[in-house]
């Protein structure tokens, strides 16, 4: 039977296993109510596209998911280059009072959103010997999701399809892979596109899921919030009782022994 070990973040424990984005929201109004039905505990932010007090004449995204009550996630989406990553960590570093945890993603193109492995490999090398904890984005190879725990990342995220793509797990055996040698937590993040994805991913023993797009793009945002927190719990409940092997044959489910004959 798999062990119910908490989530622990950077030395931090948290409930809950769905982290979502700020992103893509009509408004702050109602990225506040997606979050808080989503249950989560660590909400992304994207530094390059999100006010969080650069601009004192803006709507600041930190007065409706205060630091007090969520744990800030920067994230570098938008970044391309390994200096281009680091260089915002450090300002999301200042921005927040010397804080230190981040999401680490590097872009190799603007079609696909794939992550540079190499680059990321770079900046997350830089990030680490910096006094970053790094939660870092890749793809689903489980060679390079080995090579960055190594590095002293605090979690890896491997990707389920592209970004956006709302294609759910395409490689589930990978996936699998990396959580079986896995030595840091392991959270798929992009391309879930609905609950059953979300349950999937946890069902296969991932620590957790992030999302954005998948809630945000929902026709109901907050129902969707409240659907992917259920099917996470699920996911994990589903995980931890250990599910039948499959069989090409039937089963009956009562015994037949003992049956009163014609």
């Known amino acids: 039977m798999p062990e119910?070990?908490?989530?622990?973040?950077?030395?931090?424990?948290?409930?809950?296993?769905?982290?979502?984005?700020?992103?893509?929201?009509r408004d702050l109004e109602q990225t506040r109510k997606a979050t808080e039905a989503a249950g989560a505990e660590i909400v992304?932010?994207?530094?390059?596209?999100?006010?969080?007090?650069?601009?004192?004449?803006?709507?600041?995204?930190l007065d409706v998911l205060p630091p007090d009550r969520y744990t800030i996630l920067p994230n570098t989406a938008g970044c391309y280059s390994a200096d281009e990553a680091v260089r915002t960590c450090r300002l999301a570093r200042e921005l927040l009072d010397g804080h230190t945890l981040v999401k680490l993603e590097v872009l190799g193109d603007e079609k696909t959103l794939f992550p540079d492995v190499p680059e990321t490999l770079k900046a997350a090398e830089i990030l680490v010997r910096d006094g970053f904890d790094v939660m870092v984005y890749?793809?689903?190879?489980?060679?390079?999701?080995?090579?960055?725990?190594?590095?002293?990342c605090c979690a890896v995220m491997p990707l389920a399809a592209p970004i956006g793509s709302g294609l759910g797990i395409q490689n589930r055996w990978n996936i699998l892979s990396i959580v079986e040698d896995a030595t840091v937590p392991i959270l798929v993040d992009a391309g879930v596109g609905t609950a059953s994805d979300a349950a999937?991913?946890?069902?296969?023993?991932?620590?957790?899921?992030?999302?954005?797009?998948a809630i945000a793009g929902a026709k109901d945002p907050v129902r969707m919030?409240?659907?992917?927190?259920?099917?996470?719990?699920?996911?994990?409940?589903?995980?931890?009782?250990?599910r039948i092997p499959r069989k090409r044959f039937a089963s009956a489910s009562s015994p037949v022994d003992g049956l009163i004959g014609p």
């Open 200 to 213: 999937v991913a946890m069902e296969l023993g991932c620590d957790g899921v992030l999302m954005n797009t």
């Open 44 to 61: 992304t932010v994207a530094i390059r596209r999100s006010n969080i007090g650069q601009d004192p004449d803006e709507p600041n995204l």
């Open 138 to 152: 890749t793809n689903d190879d489980p060679i390079v999701a080995r090579r960055l725990a190594e590095m002293g």
């Open 225 to 242: 919030a409240r659907a992917m927190r259920l099917a996470i719990e699920a996911g994990r409940e589903a995980f931890l009782a250990g």
């Open 4 to 25: 119910d070990r908490p989530l622990v973040i950077a030395g931090t424990t948290y409930r809950s296993r769905l982290l979502t984005g700020t992103g893509k929201y």
